[in-house]
């Protein structure tokens, strides 16, 4: 989905369910049907009226005699909705920069809370990076750390009691986000996340903050910038700031303060990944086809 496909485009497109297995299936078996048994490749498809009354379209694998339909072991599985308000559903979560609370889908799918909650959720877990989350950043990355949720504004130390940290890293010419809910911010923490997801050799940007001070004499080189003193630093090693982080923490913010109210730690880690996805893809052609790739 590029920034020219509008509601209207989707509507048009997928108005009927014939319209979306017809396009969900060309994304499981691009190039021909595939059992998902036993891979096997001749498949006949037929129609079946199933328990509710109504028609189904249904594959069964010659060899192996399985019977599946085009939603069979996808996030889609087990489900009574039709296709039509899922696709919908997964438009209105990639087109909208913020998210979109279950709430707000229940208004515009005209679905109960409890269904509309459960779409979210399932699209959510979709909205996963795949491949990509194996390599590791390189060049100049910045990394921050914040506080999402409870009482107070203090930052880091008091005031910061029921918050949950958080730590981003950014690398600066892809502009790719990695983000994840740590239990503290101490030194061993990131340490570990930055090594997870940075190659070595890359120069790291970051504040002056203490935990960031083992990487002075570490296999990174890092810069920092003082942030009392001034948000952007020109030296030997180039520009260094922060800037594209503190970017998204505050788009990450107004997110979660302004879409969702209210995020429990249990689910933060779902939204953490759910941004970083719609961040990450924001200038991918198709985010939907995306999303539909990844709910097998
Ligand atoms: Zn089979």
Not at 56 to 77: K, P, W
Not at 126 to 145: L, N, P, R, T, Y
Not at 186 to 211: C, H, M
Not at 273 to 284: K, M, S, V
């Amino acid at each position: 989905m590029n920034k020219q496909t509008s509601l209207f485009d989707v509507i048009d497109k997928f108005n009927t369910e014939e319209k979306c297995i017809a396009h969900f299936e060309k994304i499981r078996w691009p190039k021909e049907l595939i059992c998902p048994r036993c891979e096997g490749k001749r498949i006949m498809k037929f129609k079946a009226t199933g328990k509710t009354g109504k028609e189904r379209s249904l594959y069964e694998c010659v060899d192996c005699h399985y019977q599946y339909s085009v939603t069979t072991g996808t996030i889609f599985h087990d489900s009574h909705l039709p296709l039509t308000k899922w696709f919908l559903a997964i438009y209105l979560i990639c087109s909208s920069k913020k998210g979109v609370s279950a709430k707000q889908l229940q208004r515009q799918l005209s679905t109960s809370y409890e269904t509309a909650w459960y779409m979210a959720h399932r699209i959510r877990i979709a909205m996963q990076e795949d491949d990509d989350f194996c390599h590791k950043f390189s060049g100049i990355c910045e990394v921050d750390e914040t506080y999402i949720g409870g009482k107070g504004k203090g930052r880091r130390g008091r005031g910061a009691s029921n918050k949950i940290p958080v730590i981003a890293i950014k690398e600066r010419t892809s502009g790719k986000l990695r983000m994840k809910a740590v239990n503290n911010v101490k030194a061993s923490t990131l340490k570990q996340f930055i090594r997870d997801n940075v190659a070595p050799g890359s120069n790291l940007n970051t504040d002056e903050f203490t935990s960031y001070l083992w990487l002075d004499s570490s296999e990174f080189v890092h810069s920092t910038v003082n942030h009392s003193e001034t948000y952007v630093k020109y030296d030997n090693d180039g520009v260094i700031h922060t800037n594209g982080v503190e970017n998204v923490w505050s788009l990450f913010k107004r997110a979660i303060y302004g879409t969702f109210h209210k995020v429990s730690a249990k689910y933060l880690p779902l939204y953490l990944n759910e941004f970083a996805y719609r961040f990450n893809n924001r200038d991918q052609f198709n985010m939907m086809d995306r999303v539909l790739g990844t709910s097998c």
